[in-house]
Nanobody, 124 residues
Framework: QVQLVESGGGLVQGGDSVRLSCAVS????????MGWFRQAPGKEREFVAA????????DYGDSVKGRFTISRDNGKNTVYLQMNSLKPEDTAVYSC?????????????????WGQGTQVTVSS
C-alpha cells in the first residue's frame, strides 16, 4: 500500500535549521507532485511548499518564502523540506502529501495521499 513517512522533526530553538524528510513507497514517486503542509493547534492546515515531478518547479507559502526549501530525490523516493531561520510561529505538525499528475497546488484537497506528520516545535 502507499506509505508516506515523515522524519526529522523535534524541538529546536529560534533561528535554528531543521531538515524534514518524507520517504514514499507504494507508488511511482516520480509521477507525483509532492507537497508539505503544516497544522498548528487550533489553526487550519497551511500550505508550506510544493515541488513538481522533476523537481524543476517549486512553490511556497508566503510565510516561509526565503527561509524554507523543498527538494526531492526521485532515486530515493524522498522529498525534503529544509527549514532555516526557524521562528516560534513555525511550530506545527508538518505533513507531506502526494498528488498525481501535474500542477503545483496549495490546496490540501487536491492531494491524494498523506503522511502521518512530524512535530516541529520552535522555542523562543
Amino acid at each position: 500500500q502507499v506509505q508516506l513517512v515523515e522524519s526529522g522533526g523535534g524541538l529546536v530553538q529560534g533561528g535554528d535549521s531543521v531538515r524534514l524528510s518524507c520517504a514514499v513507497s507504494g507508488l511511482s514517486f516520480s509521477m507525483y507532485v509532492m507537497g508539505w503542509f503544516r497544522q498548528a493547534p487550533g489553526k487550519e492546515r497551511e500550505f508550506v511548499a510544493a515541488i513538481s515531478r522533476s523537481g524543476g518547479s517549486t512553490d511556497y507559502g508566503d510565510s516561509v518564502k526565503g527561509r524554507f526549501t523543498i527538494s526531492r530525490d526521485n532515486g530515493k523516493n524522498t522529498v525534503y523540506l529544509q527549514m532555516n531561520s526557524l521562528k516560534p510561529e513555525d511550530t506545527a505538525v508538518y505533513s507531506c502529501a502526494a498528488k498525481a499528475g501535474v500542477g503545483l497546488y496549495s490546496t490540501s484537497s487536491r492531494y491524494d495521499y498523506w503522511g502521518q506528520g512530524t512535530q516541529v516545535t520552535v522555542s523562543s
